[in-house]
């Protein structure tokens, strides 16, 4: 991958500094920025969880886990923007909206001309946005990293499931999905137990409340089942 070359970027080097600096650094990424810009102008007041506040999220968590791992800055770059980026589509439309979020993208970085990536840069962000998608499986649904750098951004997008603030961004996803709350939560019970994280640094940071977590959600089920019986 080749090295990013325009003053900007050299400026806005996002290694060897603390997380909250390099995370104000990259939000003024011209690619990062026309994001958020885009999100903040189309998002619909029915998208509870994915949000600005989610995008910015993913972007800090990446920025995390990529920091921990000593990755260098044209790889953290290509993370942030990919990050960025991964959930514009979903402003126009849910299904498929990795797709749609690779051509705005593409359409971005042809107007954004002091910031525009190579061929080779686009095709690897591309990369990491489209492993975002969820398959389906006979066991239900999973996201599947085709590159070492997808591993940090699928580990970032769903960072929640091992933090403290984990049923907050359930409940939001819940009114999201206009869905009853007792079958949410058993479908996301089936899918936080069939998770795992790809990167070693996500795993020593997130799968100690992600435990935690997990067992709490199956309290919540069984309450919620005797409740429904009453």
């Not at 994001?35 to 949000?51: D, G, L, M, P, T």
């Not at 998608?133 to 999973?142: A, F, N, P, Q, S």
């Not at 970032?156 to 939001?172: I, V, Y």
């Amino acid at each position: 991958m080749k090295e990013v070359t325009s003053s900007i970027m050299s400026e806005l080097s996002l290694t060897n500094i603390p997380l909250e600096e390099a995370f104000a650094k990259a939000k003024r990424l011209p690619l990062v920025a026309e994001a958020i810009r885009i999100i903040r102008q189309n998002v619909s007041s029915k998208f509870c969880y994915h949000s600005e506040h989610h995008t910015l999220d993913v972007i800090r968590e990446a920025l995390r886990f990529g920091l921990e791992d000593d990755l260098t800055h044209t790889e953290l770059h290509s993370l942030v923007v990919a990050a960025a980026w991964h959930d514009v589509g979903f402003m126009f439309e849910r299904e498929n909206h990795e797709e749609l979020s690779v051509r705005e993208l593409c359409k971005a970085n042809e107007t954004l001309s002091e910031s525009a990536l190579t061929e080779e840069q686009i095709n690897l962000i591309s990369k990491l946005i489209l492993d975002t998608r969820l398959y389906k499986t006979d066991d239900g649904v999973v996201q599947i990293p085709t590159t070492e750098l997808s591993k940090y951004l699928l580990d970032a997008d769903l960072s929640n499931l091992g933090r403290e603030d984990f049923f907050d961004c359930l409940d939001l996803l819940c009114m999201e999905h206009q869905a009853e709350t007792y079958q949410f939560y058993r479908r996301t019970l089936g899918f936080i137990t069939r998770h795992t994280w790809h990167t070693d640094v996500a795993k020593n940071l997130r799968l100690r409340q992600e435990i935690l977590n997990t067992s709490e959600l199956a309290r919540r089920i069984m309450d919620e089942r005797y409740l429904l019986a009453d």
